[in-house]
């Protein structure tokens, strides 16, 4: 497939490249100039700008995803080295027991409000 047949099947909503938009938009409306008005216009637009914040969306998803999987793996190494003060690791169900004791002391506290709270 030559560049210019590559070109000529690409969908604009697939890419970001302006010179797409503009190659799709003269090839669907070349010698129809009478249905170019500005609500086409418009509406082209629109796509095409809704088309890069997608993309914007998209990669940036893709980054907290990332980001989220670096985060978790850290934490996990963080956890298999942590130790209580006995000595024992909190890895596994440990972790859990240890982690809902926390969760019990936080729901404690917040329940016993301002006034009560140390």
Known sequence: ???????????????????????????????????????????????????GYDEAMRRQAAALADERRRAMEEAAKVVQEYKLPTGESIAGDTMNRYLDGIAVDILAKAQAGPEEAP
């Open 1 to 51: 497939m030559t560049d210019m047949q590559a070109r000529a099947s690409a969908d604009p909503l697939q890419t970001m490249d302006a010179k797409l938009w503009a190659e799709d938009f003269m090839r669907r409306f070349s010698g129809r100039r009478e249905d170019i008005d500005e609500g086409l216009m418009i509406a082209w637009f629109a796509n095409a700008i809704m088309r």
